[in-house]
Nanobody, 119 residues
Framework: QVQLEESGGGLVQAGESLRLSCVAS????????WAWWRQAPGKERDLIASITNGADQNYADSVNGRFTISTDNAKNAMYLQMNNLKPEDTAVYYCVSRGYGDSGNFTKWGQGTQVTVSA
């Protein structure tokens, strides 16, 4: 069983930075794709960043240039460095990983971490 645990959310002021972490535990053999999604109150959940095979990065226009996704394969971890945060970045952030474990292929979601940016 693979589980994801997120951390790093919090309350910051506009212009400040936060770093989110997501760690996979359990019977992980390999992870080939990671992603961050977010859901603001009353809105749909949106994909904001992804990384495939540790190299191919993609970002939503809303975060491109401010957010950076990275991974540490040795730790089965993914990070989201968020700079120059804006009030519109306020949302619950979810990590997702897709890979292979002892039980076969998996896609797992984290429980979400709240990010609140005040003006």
């Amino acid at each position: 069983q693979v589980q994801l645990e997120e951390s790093g959310g919090g309350l910051v002021q506009a212009g400040e930075s936060l770093r989110l972490s997501c760690v996979a535990s359990g019977s992980v053999v390999s992870i080939n794709k990671w992603a961050w999604w977010r859901q603001a109150p009353g809105k749909e959940r949106d994909l904001i960043a992804s990384i495939t095979n540790g190299a191919d990065q993609n970002y939503a226009d809303s975060v491109n240039g401010r957010f950076t996704i990275s991974t540490d394969n040795a730790k089965n971890a993914m990070y989201l460095q968020m700079n120059n945060l804006k009030p519109e970045d306020t949302a619950v952030y979810y990590c997702v990983s897709r890979g292979y474990g002892d039980s076969g292929n998996f896609t797992k979601w984290g429980q979400g971490t709240q990010v609140t940016v005040s003006a």
